[in-house]
């Protein structure tokens, strides 16, 4: 079993609609998560941190259930600019001094 | 956050050759990472350069084919020694520091 894993894709919808990706993990010792976006040929950037509370980032939401080891992102009104790969991404100690564990990435085209 | 500065950005390089790749974070990081991204993949973690001591290798890497140098807090080097066909792929360096985890632009490296 992959230690983060994600549905590939490719999640093709219309601009304007909502989506979302969902994310496992395995290792219930993990105590930092994140979601970055990597555009084609480029470096994966932090899209946002994910909070057992549930954090909001304008069209971007991300949830945690700690207890299911599952991550969500959800994304309204997507945009054309909103096309590219989505990773899951997870850390084994909490702050900075952490390991990341990347998912293979979830594929978003944002179509007309 | 912090800018990396990642070269070269591409080469092509013939078997049984090595290339050095160099990273340089504009300020301090507490912790600096290599990782590899195969076609098509995610990133897998190679290893942690620490500070003025051996970097730290995950499974199925290893120091005599990817030796790394870390001789302070904002710069370090990866080599891939000996290359071979199956050593293409995308090479990134990350920096962890208070801002949190930021990647440099990554190497795309093809041997011939």
């Known amino acids: 079993r992959k230690e983060v894993e994600q549905d590939p894709g490719p999640f093709n919808v219309p601009e304007g609609a909502t989506v979302a990706f969902n994310c496992t993990y395995s290792?219930?010792?993990?105590?930092?998560f994140f979601w970055y976006r990597q555009d084609c040929r480029k470096e994966p950037k932090l899209l946002m941190s994910v909070y057992s509370s549930g954090n909001e980032d304008g069209r971007f939401t991300a949830q945690l259930n700690r207890a299911s080891q599952y991550i969500s992102l959800l994304i309204r009104d997507s945009k054309l600019s909103d096309s590219a790969t989505y990773l899951c991404v997870v850390g084994l100690v909490g702050g900075t001094a952490s390991k990341l564990t990347f998912g293979t990435g979830t594929r978003l085209q944002v179509t007309l | 956050s912090a800018v990396i500065s990642q070269k070269p950005s591409r080469d092509i390089c013939q078997r049984g050759t090595s290339l050095t790749i160099q990273c340089q974070v504009d300020s301090q990081v507490t912790m600096m990472f290599w990782y590899r991204q195969q076609p098509g993949q995610s990133l897998t973690l190679i290893a942690t350069a620490n500070q003025g001591s051996e970097a730290t290798y995950e499974s199925g890497f290893v120091i005599d084919k990817f030796p790394i140098s870390r001789p302070n807090l904002t710069f370090s080097t990866l080599t891939v020694s000996n290359m071979s066909p199956e050593d293409s792929s995308i090479y990134l360096c990350s920096g962890a520091g208070l801002y949190g985890y930021t990647f440099g632009s990554g190497t795309r490296l093809t041997v011939v």
């Open positions: 290792n219930s010792a993990s105590q930092s």
